[in-house]
């Protein structure tokens, strides 16, 4: 059972690393990254609500509200 959770860091990990690569290069969060968390941890907290799934459920909404945040609109227009 180690085995997975290791493998399963370092997966989220690589989505981190792809996320912060693709924000530095375009200056914004692309929205698969959200999609890719809330499919893991939507069923993740239905199974098993006392994990780590509420978190990462948290986590996908607030990148897909980052992939949707327009970093070149100017603030109250």
Partial sequence: MLVWFFMAGMGFLAFGTFARWAVKTTGRMPAQIGGYLL?????MTIIQPVSGGVLLTAIGVLALRAARHDPAAKPGA
């Fill in 39 to 43: 499919a893991a941890g939507v069923p």
